[in-house]
């Protein structure tokens, strides 16, 4: 089974940085797109960032310019850098990674747990 564990979120003060990792374990062949979302207090989830196997990333209006999100292949881990963080970036963050877990295998798609960001003085 393949599963994302997430780590890095808190609290923080507006202005402030965090750096949030979600690292992928099982047995897993390739990890084609990951990316990052959030669902703020009383919100539908919705799209923060990803990154694709071809090295193309996209990101949401709202967090361009201030989050950076990055992958390593190696170690199958999705970071996501955000700088200058604001009330309105308060969410719980949860990784999505999708992958094969065999060279003929289909892709799927998983969802990591969910880590809390809390931005407020």
């Known amino acids: 089974q393949v599963q994302l564990v997430e780590s890095g979120g808190g609290l923080v003060q507006p202005g402030g940085s965090l750096r949030l990792s979600c690292a992928a374990s099982?047995?897993?062949?390739?990890?084609?797109?990951v990316g990052w979302y959030r669902r703020p207090p009383g919100e539908q989830r919705e799209l923060v960032a990803t990154f694709t196997s071809s090295n193309s990333t996209d990101y949401a209006n709202s967090v361009k310019g201030r989050f950076t999100i990055s992958r390593d292949n190696v170690k199958n881990t999705v970071y996501l850098q955000m700088n200058s963080l604001k009330p309105e970036d308060t969410a719980v963050y949860y990784c999505?990674?999708?992958?094969?877990?065999?060279?003929?295998?289909?892709?799927?798609?998983?969802w990591g747990q969910g880590t809390q960001v809390t931005v407020s003085s």
């Open positions: 999505q990674m999708i992958l094969r877990r065999t060279p003929m295998g289909i892709q799927t798609v998983y």
């Open positions: 099982g047995s897993i062949f390739s990890i084609n797109v």
